[in-house]
């Protein structure tokens, strides 16, 4: 399974960015998509989820009425909108797959990952 991201880019705050993660390979029929983030000397930590079947998501608080992550099935393509951004939603953007059920905020449910999106928001 590969991971493509990408959309990152330069916005000042207030803006909007919209990420893509494409999966390919094996991926299957049945999994969730993650996006996770990590800022410069922080830890990599989860932002959203969709579950490609259901499509039912979760959120971190912190994105949570901000964010939408969003998915294509055919495309085998899930979306993050983000919108109202913050100078603290600066980050490296990652996208992740996992083949669990249930799977949340734990990045260890997450076996494939992408290479990461640069996010800069400038105030």
């Known amino acids: 399974v590969q991971l493509q991201a990408s959309g990152g880019g330069l916005v000042q705050a207030g803006g909007s960015l919209r990420l893509s993660c494409t999966a390919s390979g094996r991926t299957g029929s049945s999994y969730s998509m993650g996006w996770f983030r990590q800022a410069p000397g922080k830890e990599r930590e989860f932002v959203a989820r969709?579950?490609?079947?259901?499509?039912?998501?979760y959120y971190a608080n912190s994105v949570k009425g901000r964010f939408t992550i969003s998915g294509d099935n055919a495309k085998n393509t899930v979306y993050l909108q983000m919108n109202t951004l913050k100078p603290e939603d600066t980050a490296v953007y990652y996208c992740a797959l996992s083949h669990s059920p249930l799977v949340g905020e734990d990045r260890s449910a997450y076996r494939y990952w992408g290479q990461g999106t640069q996010v800069t928001v400038s105030s």
């Open positions: 969709i579950a490609r079947n259901s499509g039912s998501t």
